[in-house]
């Protein structure tokens, strides 16, 4: 029973394609001269521009040629299925038709933005704080317990996107104490601090309108 939607789910897609196809090449005989020569422009301007885009982010990890060429398909694919919508149904249905497609993309898109939204402000609500915001605003003992229970967060939270809000809070809070006190820092960095080591036992109080250059001489 679990696998019955898989399978109607993948049957329906296949439908779709076989129906896209037919519609696609009903589209592309009822295409005259110029009517190629569009799609084939369209195409070579949707590869161009989707192999810049790759260029310039090379994180995604997947080559220009491979880009363009995906691009460039998938390009003429579209614009052979809205042409065979207009023969075969007419502008008006397929003006509808594309005024939905349109519609799903922006409401995914817009689920999609709303869902980052609410992981990435699981951060706040995951990481326990003494006091949200700046770490200046922190006392010492405060940035430690922040540190310490921010340790155990980390190895229960496999979310990515909280993760590296943990680490980047961690890291300031490393930052603060040390600029408070640099050198009770370096004496918690020799004893072989771990991560479930509190460094306020070497880390002392300063305060918090004062460097440490002031501190000392002090």
Do not use: H, K
């Amino acid at each position: 029973m679990s696998r019955r939607p898989g399978l109607l789910a993948r049957s329906g897609i296949v439908l779709l394609l076989i129906c896209a196809g037919a519609v696609a090449a009903v589209g592309g005989i009822s295409l005259a001269g110029s009517g190629i020569l569009a799609v084939v422009l369209a195409a070579v301007v949707s590869g161009c521009l989707a192999a810049g885009i790759a260029r310039d982010t090379p994180s995604r990890g997947r080559r220009p040629a491979e880009v363009a060429w995906r691009a460039a398909v998938t390009t003429v694919a579209v614009l052979l299925v809205l042409n065979g919508l207009v023969v075969v149904a007419g502008s008006a249905i397929t003006s509808g038709l594309v005024g939905a497609a349109v519609l799903a993309v922006v409401a995914r898109w817009a689920v999609r933005v709303a869902r980052e939204e609410r992981r990435s402000g699981t951060v706040v609500a995951v990481v326990p704080l003494d006091a949200p915001g700046d770490v200046r605003s922190l006392s010492v003992p405060e940035l430690g317990r922040e540190w310490v229970r921010t340790s155990a967060v980390l190895r229960e939270v496999q979310d990515t996107a909280v993760r590296q809000g943990l680490v980047r809070r961690r890291q300031e809070a490393l930052d603060e104490l040390e600029r408070r006190d640099p050198a009770g820092f370096a004496l918690w960095l020799a004893s072989g601090a771990t991560v479930d080591d509190d460094p306020t036992v070497y880390v002392a109080e300063r305060p918090r309108d004062e460097g440490p250059a002031d501190s000392q001489a002090a």
